[in-house]
């Protein structure tokens, strides 16, 4: 399908973004497609460098989270949205990632759009549902009963493993000026 006029039309930043799931590690598993002008000018200095259906690592830094958004989109067939800080912008970034109807079945489209704004936006931060509200109550509660930390942290890792329904969590703790780290917990 051609989603070029979709991309044409919308007016901040967007690229269409292809996931094949018939490969399952790599730099082939997910390409850009195309974008707009508006998101060409984010990743290359002159449009005309652009190039389509490359993998996304042309463009910008491989990042597990963006591929585990993407496969998310992809395997629910639902929109994701999401708010994060980017540090090495210094930078918040508003994401959006939404399925699209694709020819290839073993390849699922995305359209993605994204803003970055210098500052936090407050209301978009408590803008989460009553289900994440409880279960950051409750990890705040699990963390303050006992006064052994370890053991409050396995309680909780366990908590957000069932959750989310992962066969394994962990936290690491990072100690970038040495280099190092440790793991914390992991259920």
């Known amino acids: 399908m051609d989603y070029r006029n979709l991309l044409e039309s919308f007016s901040g ?32 200095k002159s449009i005309e460098d652009f190039e389509t259906n490359v993998p996304y690592t042309k463009y910008i830094m491989q990042s597990s989270n963006f591929e585990a958004l993407c496969d998310t989109c992809v395997n629910t067939g639902k929109p994701v949205h999401t708010y994060f800080d980017i540090e090495l912008y210094n930078a918040w970034m508003e994401v959006f990632y939404m399925p699209l109807k694709s020819d290839d079945p073993d390849v699922k489209l995305i359209f993605f759009s994204y803003e970055m704004n210098p500052k936090a936006d407050v209301d978009k931060l408590a803008d989460i549902s009553s289900e994440t509200a409880t279960n950051v109550i409750k990890t705040c509660l699990k963390l303050r009963e006992t006064a052994d930390f370890r053991e409050s942290m396995k309680a909780v890792i366990k908590d957000i493993r069932q959750q989310f329904g992962s066969q394994r969590c962990s936290v690491l703790l990072t100690d970038y000026e040495k280099r190092e780290y440790s793991l914390l917990c992991e259920d």
Do not use: C, P, Q, S
Request: proline share 0%; no cysteine; hydrophobic share 45%.
């Open 13 to 44: 930043v967007a690229a269409v973004l292809a996931v094949n799931i018939k490969i399952e590690h790599g730099d082939e598993r997910y390409t850009i497609v195309d974008g707009n002008d508006a998101y060409k000018r984010t990743v290359v």
